[in-house]
């Protein structure tokens, strides 16, 4: 059977991908449809073909899956942000567990690891502290402001959103009357013109401090003492920051930042660790699993308080410092000199003295502290999607820490990570899955690794 562009089809779903989508077989065909769950057959309308695979819509349900359930947001159908809304959320945990096991056994050659259950969330709605929110004009021409829709840059127009902190849908709607008032130019990344590029919310989940970044086009904005006045009236406020950028880019924020209004930062506890976090700042958005995720991690590192601990990809020295607690030494490295000094910030305004922090690539500095004679009994590793470099892996190897604790975001790259590791003698027996994007296809994992 040769499938037709914008004809419909009956078929049943077989299995999911990795972000959740359905996977859809039709003569051994293999279509991608979204919304759909294993088990369940739709008509579905073929709207994109490639040469061995496309993707299809849902017309009809004709039998649904026991695991299915309403989605709750009004822009499901729009919203590019949530994958898995229409699943139980005890079913999004099975299936972020499966989806690690299946990386690790497909790609890694793992199969004798044990997967422990996901750790989900009590309530897991409203659980972000940051919301990015591209700005731009609707047919009418008012403002619109919300998020991107799939596979695009057509900006879905929403007034409040289930999963960000509820004082952001308030700046939501001031920033929209603020632009339609003052008739403010936002910003056309086609033909680069324009002022307000997006709206940044921040919220310090144990202090309820906020802060609130506007990414602009120029180095001022007009009306800012309206402005400022609309937002004070938003319970917790703390910080207005202006944040410039003039590149013609799809990187939301820009180098230069300038503090309109309050503070420059807006602080935030975990674990009993206080941490100031500045509009550049990265910083995980979901603080309650965050506590848990690095809990887990250095709970594996089974540190004893004589250790000497290298953190590398630290970051603002989040886990650097949960670790620092229990070690003898903490070393960070990350490769952004603004998060190093605020990773050097925030051990001071913990009383932290027993941590420093470097800053540059992996890359470049592991294989030069292995080279001067470095060693380590505890190295922590939590990179970017794109997992780590060979030379990161042969120069922690070649330091032969005890143990190594690797904390993912892809588990395609944590397999591939793992399958090296295993063949310079280093092995693990069990992963532990966080899930710390509920209603979403990704997944956070915790993995030790000792030498065999």
Not at 4 to 18: F, I, M, V
Not at 44 to 49: E, H
Not at 78 to 104: A, I, N, P, W
Not at 166 to 180: E, P, Q, R, T
Request: aromatic share 8%; hydrophobic share 35%; net charge neutral.
């Amino acid at each position: 059977m040769n499938l037709e562009k914008n004809k419909t089809y009956t078929a049943e779903c077989s299995s999911l991908g990795s972000e959740g989508e359905g996977i859809v077989k039709i003569d051994g065909f293999t279509l991608f449809v979204e919304g759909m769950l294993p088990g369940e057959k739709a008509e579905i309308l073929i709207v994109k073909l490639k040469k061995n695979y496309g993707y299809g819509k849902v017309m009809k349900l004709l039998e649904v899956s026991d695991k299915r359930c309403e989605p709750a947001c009004p822009y499901i159908k729009t919203c590019g942000g949530c994958s898995l809304q229409h699943m139980s959320y005890k079913s999004q945990l099975e299936f972020k567990r499966q989806k690690v096991k299946d990386c690790l056994e497909r790609i890694g050659g793992l199969k004798e690891i044990d997967h422990m259950d996901t750790v989900g969330m009590d309530e897991p709605w409203n659980y972000r502290n940051k919301a990015q929110y591209p700005v731009g004009l609707g047919k009418d021409g008012k403002a619109i402001i919300g998020f991107y829709s799939p596979r695009s840059h057509r900006i879905t127009d929403i007034n409040s959103c289930m999963l960000q902190m509820k004082n952001a849908d308030k700046v939501i709607k001031i920033f929209k009357d603020f632009i339609n008032d003052f008739k403010i130019p936002v910003y056309d990344e086609t033909a680069h013109r324009g002022l307000i590029r997006h709206i940044l919310t921040r919220t310090g989940y144990s202090t309820g401090e906020i802060m609130v970044t506007i990414v602009a086009n120029e180095n001022k904005i007009p009306h800012t003492d309206e402005l400022i006045k609309r937002l004070q009236n938003i319970d917790g406020l703390a910080s207005i920051v202006l944040n410039i950028n003039k590149d013609k880019t799809n990187v939301i924020l820009g180098g230069k930042c300038i503090t309109l209004w309050g503070k420059n930062t807006i602080r935030d506890k975990i674990g009993g660790i206080s941490f100031d976090i500045s509009a550049l700042s990265f910083y995980q958005v979901n603080p309650v699993q965050t506590e848990k995720l690095y809990s887990l991690a250095v709970e594996a590192a089974g540190l004893t308080g004589n250790e000497n601990v290298i953190d590398v990809y630290c970051g603002i020295g989040t886990i650097s410092l949960f670790a620092a607690k229990k070690a003898k030494h903490v070393h960070g490295i990350e490769i952004v000199p603004k998060a190093i000094e605020d990773a050097k910030h925030n051990a001071e305004i913990n009383g932290i003295t027993n941590a420093d922090f470097e800053a540059g690539k992996a890359e470049d500095i592991l294989p030069k502290m292995f080279a001067n004679g470095t060693r380590a009994d505890v190295i922590f590793l939590d990179p970017p999607r794109k997992g780590l470099e060979p030379s990161v892996i042969d120069a922690v190897c070649g330091m032969e820490p005890d143990r190594i604790v690797y904390v993912s975001c892809g588990p395609a790259t944590l397999a591939r990570d793992m399958k090296l590791f295993a063949e310079k003698g280093y092995t693990t027996n069990k992963v532990q899955t966080v899930d710390m994007f509920p209603q979403t296809g990704h997944v956070e994992s915790v993995v030790l690794m000792t030498k065999k």
